[in-house]
């Protein structure tokens, strides 16, 4: 028995075309949202440049990092230095575009797994609950009452100064803070009547955290941990600062130690990475909070 197909007119595909979001309006959604956050572009854009720094530092800094010939010692700013030189005659402009580099580096990696911890452990405290809920938050709570800087001396001292081990400790230091804040969310998130539909249908525990509370909160991790990311550089450069950062690596808060030690005193040795650390930070604040506004939908549904 035959039976006649029925081919669609060629408004139905049109309207199927047009029904979706266009480039255009997908662009313009974009500059609206640019516009209603005029600080978290800023801070984007400052995140951009030194991204784009750190990739492409080999074309961009026009001198190798460590290379003590590239001019003479304290010169100030010229056209073939443009931030002038150190104490060893280094590139100071130089310096900060491969200093980038470990900066972004070491706090993303650093973020990210720690931000993937924090995630997990706040998922089982808060659905759990009971004996694995008291364990991991008294954990938190004794990391959290300890001194950061501090517990990342006495690590970094003990393991020795390399990247992994830098990567280790600002890792630890993350994981306290987004196991509270996911830990909080999912309290709220496992008596919603999607978590108990889930139950009621004989899901296991661990099918409900993967496939019902995870997506629900791991938005909020990845806000705070782009929060956490200016807090992180921070003390990369204060670990730096005290002798205790990359050996043998261009790092900002190496250089200004070198430059509070310098003799005369070379102002832009000083200035030029101090500003980069300064801005690096606020870029990642106002970048956080712009994400924060944004995902919030009392704030979204005020505008």
């Known amino acids: 028995m035959s039976q006649e197909t029925a081919i669609p007119s060629p408004s139905v595909f ?9 480039l255009g309006k997908r662009l ?3 500059g609206t949202i640019a516009r209603q956050n005029p600080l978290g572009t800023a801070g984007l854009i400052i995140i951009l440049l030194f991204a784009i720094a750190a990739v492409f530092a080999p074309m961009i800094a026009p001198y190798s ?15 073939s ?10 590139d100071i402009f130089s310096r900060i575009v491969w200093g980038s580099r470990i900066s972004l580096s070491v706090a993303f990696i650093s973020v990210l797994l720690g931000g993937s911890i924090g995630i997990l452990l706040g998922i089982m405290s808060g659905y759990l609950g009971g004996f694995t ?6 954990t938190v709570d004794a ?6 800087l501090l517990l990342l001396l006495i690590i970094t001292q003990a393991l020795g100064p390399s990247f992994t081990t830098i990567v280790f400790a600002l890792m630890i230091a993350v994981v306290p803070g987004v196991t509270r804040v996911v830990r909080g969310t999912v309290l709220s998130e496992k008596n919603n009547q999607y978590v108990e539909a889930a139950r009621a249908c004989g899901a ?14 791991v938005a909020l991790g990845i806000i705070v941990m782009t929060t956490l990311l200016g807090a992180i550089i921070l003390a990369e450069a204060a670990l730096s600062f005290l002798g205790l950062g990359i050996p043998s690596s261009a790092s900002w808060g190496q250089d200004v130690n070198r430059a509070r ?10 200035i030029f990475p101090g500003t980069a650390i300064t801005l690096t930070v606020l870029g990642f604040n106002l970048l956080g909070d712009a994400i924060r506004d944004i995902a919030d939908p009392r704030l979204r549904g005020s505008r």
Not at 65 to 79: L, M, Y
Not at 81 to 90: L, Y
Not at 204 to 217: E, K, Q, W, Y
Not at 261 to 270: E, F, G, N
């Open 14 to 22: 049109t309207e199927r075309a047009l029904a979706g979001p266009t």
């Open 28 to 30: 313009r959604k974009i």
């Open 65 to 79: 990092a460590t290379d003590i010939n590239a001019g003479g010692v304290n010169e100030d700013i010229s056209w």
């Open 81 to 90: 230095h443009w931030f002038g030189t150190d104490r060893s005659g280094r």
């Open 133 to 138: 809920d008291s364990l991991i938050q008294r």
């Open 143 to 148: 990391a959290i009452a300890f001194p950061a």
């Open 204 to 217: 296991s525990a661990p099918r409900i955290l993967l496939r019902h509370i995870l997506p629900n909160v």
């Open 261 to 270: 030690q310098s003799v005369p005193y070379h102002l832009p040795a000083a």
